[in-house]
Structure formats: C-alpha cells, structure tokens
C-alpha cells in the first residue's frame, strides 16, 4: 500500500506553484486549504478547484509557495503557527531558506524539510496553475541532516502525491545543482535575448525557431528572477565564472586560432549528450522530421491524429511559423528508427513530409 499524507494541507501562495500543488493534491482527494496575502489569487485558485479559502482548524502539512526572499520567515511562522505540522516549501534556493529556520526556530526547525519541484511556465499566477504541472517531473527533497525522518517522508510522499518523482538531496547540493542546469540557463536565454535591444527590424525579421528556443525562458518576472539569482549567488558565480572562460576562449578563435572555437563546440556538444532522456533513461537515438502546415484552424490536431496512426511515438515538437508565407514548418522529432515509417504514413494522408 502507497503511503499517504498524514492529514490536511495548508499550501501558502496562491501563485502558479502553489495553485499547482493544491490542484494536483485535489485531483488524489486530499483536503486542501489555501492562504495569500492576495485575497484575489485565493479566490481564484479556489474557483478553480484548488483547495478551501476557508481557515483550517488543523492540518497535518504546511506547503509554502512564496518568493524566495520570503521562504524563510513564512516557513518560521508556519512552525510556530501550526505545531504539529510538517512545514515545506517549494523554492528554487534551498541553503538561504534553512539558515534562517535554524536561527530562528530552534528545536521546531527539525519539521521542515525543503522541496524543490522542477517545473514551472512563464507564465505567472494561479489562473496559469495546472494539476499535471508536476507529472513526471524531478522533485528535490532536501533535509537537513537533524531533520525529522516522519517529516522527510511526508515530502516525500507530498511529491509523489502530485505526480513527481522524487531526488533527494542536500540543501547545499541542490544549490549547486539548480545553478547549473536550472539558474544558468536562464541566464544563457536573458542574456540572448538582450541583444536582440536595439536590432534592426531587417535582422529581427530573420528569426527562426532557433532564437526562439534559446530565449523562450527570458520572459520570466526579472523581480522573481533577482530573488533567485541573489539566493544562489556563490553556486551561480562559480558557473558564471566558467562560462566567461568559454567566452575568453571562443573570442581567442575569433580573433587568431580557429581549433579553440572547435573545443569550444565539441564540450557543448559533449554536454547535450549528458542530459538524460525521459524518466532519467539514457537519450535515444533521434531525428527530426519536418512537416509543412497549413495556417489553417484545425490542421494541428489533424496531424497529430494522423502521426498517432502510424504507431510512431513523438518525442518532441516544435512550430517555426514562416512569416512569408501561409503555412508553417512543424519539427516532429522521433526515434531514428521510425522516421522512414512516419514520412510514409504522413505521405499517404496527403502531408508534405520529409528529412
């Protein structure tokens, strides 16, 4: 039998996170409350079937879903307020937060125990909330070593309950890890994206799909995106620090010594061959298949039911909308072993398909 959650749950900040939470945990019934310091956003995310705006008289598990310079005392408060409670949060800055717990809770502090879902949108708010946010997702619990074992376990299961699976790991490790796969690229696509200020139009207009992948995460709150750079501020500086070597080294190529470009591109290339595939397996072999679509209403879901007849599994996709034109050029990425099997089958359905 799967273990449970010991009783209600109290998910304080109804942003897109906390909203989530309550969405996903309503979804498996269990009894959810909801607290905000905008009255607006618990109404909203009680509309939506997140959870009770009403005040609890109990409850087993505190989930705190606020910024990041807030985790800290709203976790504090929640010990104090509620002391029988498991307390948890859902920031991406694990070691700042546990800092000021220790200092400030005492003995209480063993009841909190940091998470860290890896998900998100760029979208804010709890009207952009969804319950499958956190379905097949990592979820990094991260107790601190005098943390209370029942407490660890109910994070635990509070991930698992939304659908997540489950990493743990120190507060600090956590830290180090998010700098690199999660707080740097963001600041990879901000800083891309900055350079597109200023641009003539006549270069604006070439952009394809790729400038769009790069920047696509650029768009988040910068006042959210401060709290969290300056949360994670040695971890961050450490692979920033990196990263202007690679630069030096790129600008080197540029301007005497054309193999240091080479090195420079072959570890980028060796990095993507690091990340893991789905559910943490190994990446399969892959390939893209371009497929030209009418700008019509409908015609997305029509290749999509047409790719599901011919039993191939995709991957991945992506849309490159040509502006110069009234179709666009959809990116059907599947498993090399399959392409010649979609193409045809595609074919026969009467789409343009190809390599």
């Keep these: 039998m799967n273990p449970s959650l010991a009783g209600p749950v109290l998910v304080v900040g109804c942003g897109l996170m906390g909203t989530s ?50 985790v800290g005392p709203a976790v504090v408060d929640a010990l104090r307020e509620w002391p029988e409670a498991v307390v948890t949060d859902l920031s991406s800055i694990k070691a700042g937060p546990l800092a000021v717990v220790r200092a400030q809770a005492g003995a209480d502090a063993a009841r909190y125990v940091g998470g860290h879902p890896m998900a998100g949108s760029e979208r804010s708010g709890p009207v952009a909330a969804s319950e499958q946010l956190f379905d097949g997702r990592a979820w990094a619990v991260t107790p601190s070593p005098d943390a209370d074992p029942t407490a660890v376990e109910q994070a635990r299961v509070l991930a698992t309950t939304c659908g997540a699976t489950v990493i743990e790991l120190s507060p600090d490790e956590h830290d180090a890890a998010v700098a690199r796969v999660s707080h740097l690229p963001h600041v990879m696509a901000v800083l891309a994206a900055a350079q597109l ?8 207009a070439l952009s394809g799909q790729g400038l769009r992948d790069v920047t696509r995460i650029a ?15 040695s971890h961050l500086g450490r692979i920033l ?11 080197t190529g540029l301007e005497s010594s054309p193999d240091e470009i080479v090195k420079v591109l072959e ?26 679509l009418p700008d019509r209403p409908g015609e997305l879901a029509r290749l999509f039911g ?5 039993g191939v599994n995709i991957e991945d996709l992506r849309i490159d909308h040509d502006p110069a034109r009234p179709v666009g050029l ?19 359905r009467g789409w343009r398909a190809h390599r």
């Design 267 to 292: 570890r980028g290339v060796h990095g993507t061959d690091l990340i893991p595939g789905k559910h943490g397996a190994e990446l399969p072999a892959e390939s893209t298949v371009y497929v030209h």
């Design 306 to 310: 047409d790719a599901g007849e011919s």
């Design 21 to 70: 939470t309550g969405l996903a945990l309503r979804r498996r019934e269990v009894e959810v409350y909801l607290d905000d310091l905008r009255r607006s956003h618990v109404e909203v995310a009680e509309s939506r079937g997140a959870g009770s705006g009403e005040k609890p008289t109990s409850v087993a598990m505190v989930v705190i879903a606020v910024p990041p310079d807030h």
């Design 197 to 204: 200020n200023g641009g003539p139009e006549t270069h604006l």
């Design 241 to 251: 620090r990196s990263v202007r070597a690679d630069i030096d080294t790129l600008l």
């Design 219 to 233: 768009g988040g709150d910068p006042r959210l995106w401060r709290q969290i750079l300056g949360g994670n501020a």
């Design 330 to 348: 959809v990116e059907v990425v599947v498993a090399s072993d399959r392409v010649d099997t979609l193409i045809d089958a595609l074919g026969e």
